[in-house]
């Protein structure tokens, strides 16, 4: 387990499964439709229940299909986690489709309303890079610069920031993605 704290904000990697993190919230890599899905959004649904999709159901007949970069909150339905953060990444194209400010807010978004909930502890998935085809090396360095800038910058109640990662490739990824910034962050904090 690799970790760093940003503001009193733990940021921890653990390589695992998402669906058995007892935080307060875990996101969800959801698709607009909110309906479920492959990857790590058909784990969450088969693992949280019916519920779960019950209240995405009604979230998209009151406001419609999630945009990318959004993000919506449900309970937890049979998970551990109160919560779950159902929110959009972007679709890899190439890169030049603002790919980087999507995934940036997929991650900020959930956050903010994290803080809005009061919570204390949030678990995140690599969002984007399974089948949306985002790579890994650079998703995990927008992933990490998205959560350092937004733990630096706003008030939050979020006291731990937990990435599963779910293979040992994209682990080592996001490890080395968290000492080049954290030590970035530290290199400018003893600056001043
Ligand atoms: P996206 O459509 O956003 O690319 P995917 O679910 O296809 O989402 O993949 C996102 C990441 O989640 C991939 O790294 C995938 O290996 C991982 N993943 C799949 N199942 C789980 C799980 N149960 N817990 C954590 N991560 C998971």
Known sequence: MEQRTINQTKISLIQGDITRQDTDA???????????????????????GRAILEQCKEIVSKQGRLPTGKAVITSGGNLKAKYVIHTVGPIWQGGTKSEAELLTS???????LATEHNLESISFPSISTGAYGYPVEE??????KA????????????????????????????????????EEYNAEKSAI
């Open 106 to 112: 997929a991650y900020q978004q959930s956050l903010k």
């Open 26 to 48: 875990i996101v969800n890599a959801a698709n607009p439709s909110l309906m479920g899905g492959g990857g790590v959004d058909g784990a969450i649904h088969r693992a949280g």
């Open 139 to 144: 998703a995990a360095q927008v992933a990490i």
């Open 147 to 182: 959560v350092v800038s937004f733990l630096r910058k706003e008030a939050t109640s979020i006291k731990e920031v937990v990435f599963v990662l779910f293979d040992s490739r994209t682990y080592e990824y996001y490890r080395s993605a968290l000492e080049e910034i954290s």
